[in-house]
């Protein structure tokens, strides 16, 4: 379904009530209005979740201009024109221009996005913080995004790289445990345990090294018990 032209220009609740969602943007049509500093974060991200990126800029900044050299992206070098966000999935506006980010907002097919402006978008970018496959986004509304990056910051101390190693590990063990334990309920209370809040404190206290004893231990136990 298109969206209403007129969306992002109506009026809204003064705290938008946001659907928190992971959206899987591979393959997908995103458009990028916008070639500097603030373009690029969005740009790089957008190319690490495999999208399919178009850029339309007069200018790029060197990093992106080795992310076009490398293929990785198309860019149109012009100022933006109507018609240029045809078929996008996803729209982003991070240009210095006002009247140009009202306009890509009125143009966007589906999902839009300007920077530092949410009266102009229809969803907004959360602060994220990334342990591997662990993300923990924070998001005040748009109220105050500073506020947003200082939580991070907190949580970034809180949930340190181990975090990312150990959800490694669990993937595999996991893949394991599906093909080695029949029981249901036995894999079930196995797979919890090593997914506990016992486990994430283990994990601060004593350390990834000992974690993995004890998980690994764990494993070999659930599946003695399976066979017998």
């Known amino acids: ?38 373009a690029e974060r969005k740009i790089l991200s957008l190319l690490k979740a495999h999208a399919q990126v178009k850029v339309i800029s007069p200018y790029l900044t060197k990093r992106l201009e080795k992310e076009k050299g490398k293929g990785k992206m198309h860019h149109i070098s012009r100022h933006y024109k109507k018609g240029d966000l045809r078929s996008a999935f996803l729209v982003i506006a991070a240009t210095n221009s006002l009247k140009i980010n009202e306009q890509v907002s009125y143009d966007a097919p589906y999902l839009v996005n300007v920077v530092d402006m949410p009266d102009l978008c229809n969803f907004i970018v959360p602060s994220l913080v990334q342990r591997g496959p662990l993300k923990v986004a924070i998001s005040t509304s748009g109220v105050s995004p500073a506020f947003s990056r200082s939580v991070r910051k907190e949580l970034e101390t809180f949930y340190g790289p181990e975090f990312s190693e150990y959800l490694n590990l669990l993937k595999i063990i996991r893949k394991t445990a599906m093909r080695t334990i029949r029981d249901k309920k036995k894999r079930s209370d196995f797979l919890k345990a090593i997914a506990s809040e016992k486990i994430i404190e283990m994990i601060r206290k004593k350390g990834l090294r000992w974690t993995k004893k004890h998980v690994n231990e764990l494993s070999r136990k659930a599946v003695k018990t399976n066979r017998q």
């Not at 209403?4 to 969602?21: G, V």
Request: overall charge positive; glycine content about 10%; aromatic content about 8%.
């Open 1 to 38: 379904m298109k969206r209403k032209k007129s969306s992002a220009h109506s009026i809204r609740p003064s705290t938008p009530h946001y659907y928190p969602a992971y959206i899987d943007l591979a393959g997908k049509k995103a458009v990028v209005v916008g070639g500097g500093s603030v």
